[in-house]
């Protein structure tokens, strides 16, 4: 019913900074909870943060809170994640997810995945 897809990946240098967005196919998401995630090589797919569909809701992960903020456009169907003051820790594959029922920040909770983009910070 709903696909989304990332882009705005690449390589990066410490300290820099990139913003990701996340563009839906098939439905609206104006009453979708959005999520962003990460994935390291060898590592669980790891919470970064959260909107509700109105925004009145956030959650940005202690690991990253600070340098990452979520935004969302309903009306153009896109959700951003601008990553500022990157570290070579950030360097992951970036999944947005989305959800009608419910915020979480378990993988587990969301029903529809981006393939994901990847983001390697390098010195």
């Known amino acids: 019913q709903v696909q989304l897809a990332e882009s705005g990946g690449g390589l990066v240098q410490i300290g820099g900074s990139l913003r990701l967005s996340c563009a839906a196919s098939g439905r609206t998401l104006s009453n979708y909870n959005m999520g962003w995630f990460r994935q390291a090589p060898g590592k669980e797919r790891e919470f970064v943060g959260y909107m509700s569909w109105s925004g009145s809701r956030t959650s940005i992960a202690d690991s990253v809170k600070g340098r990452f903020a979520i935004s969302r456009d309903n009306a153009k169907n896109m959700v951003y994640l601008q990553m500022n003051s990157l570290k070579p820790e950030d360097t992951a594959v970036y999944y947005c997810?989305?959800?009608?029922?419910?915020?979480?920040?378990?993988?587990?909770?969301?029903?529809?995945w981006g393939q994901g983009t990847q983001v390697t910070v390098s010195s």
């Open positions: 997810a989305a959800d009608r029922s419910r915020l979480s920040t378990m993988p587990q909770r969301y029903d529809y």
